[in-house]
């Protein structure tokens, strides 16, 4: 269980969260969805090492943690998207002098 929030801090309305357990040879893999309030909620997850995933689907930067689970245990995980960056620079034909209007990166 957790909070999931977007790059600037606020909650997200949306998005998908990933549990990986790879502690009992297969690896175990779960999903959750973010709820309205931002909340997240896995149920019934394994004990041991895991990995969260926060992702959204048309974004491209993503949120991780790490953590233990004991048997019984509840964890309160929060997961915050990873800025994604920017890309600067010009754009040009095969020419390397004529501009490539109307691309799209």
């Known amino acids: 269980t957790g ?3 977007d790059s600037d801090g606020s909650l997200l309305n949306r998005g998908t969260v990933t549990f990986t357990n790879s502690d009992w040879g297969t690896p175990v893999t779960m999903t959750a969805t973010v709820q309205s309030n931002g909340q997240y909620l ?3 997850a394994p004990t041991g090492n895991f990995a969260l995933k926060l992702t ?3 974004r491209i930067g993503v949120g991780a943690a790490t953590g233990s689970l004991a048997a019984g245990q509840t964890a309160n995980v929060p997961l915050q998207l990873e800025s994604a960056g920017r890309i600067f620079g010009n754009l040009r034909q095969p020419d390397a002098a004529t501009p490539a209007v109307g691309a799209d990166i």
């Open 3 to 5: 909070e999931a929030k």
């Open 42 to 44: 896995i149920s019934n």
């Open 56 to 58: 959204l689907a048309d």
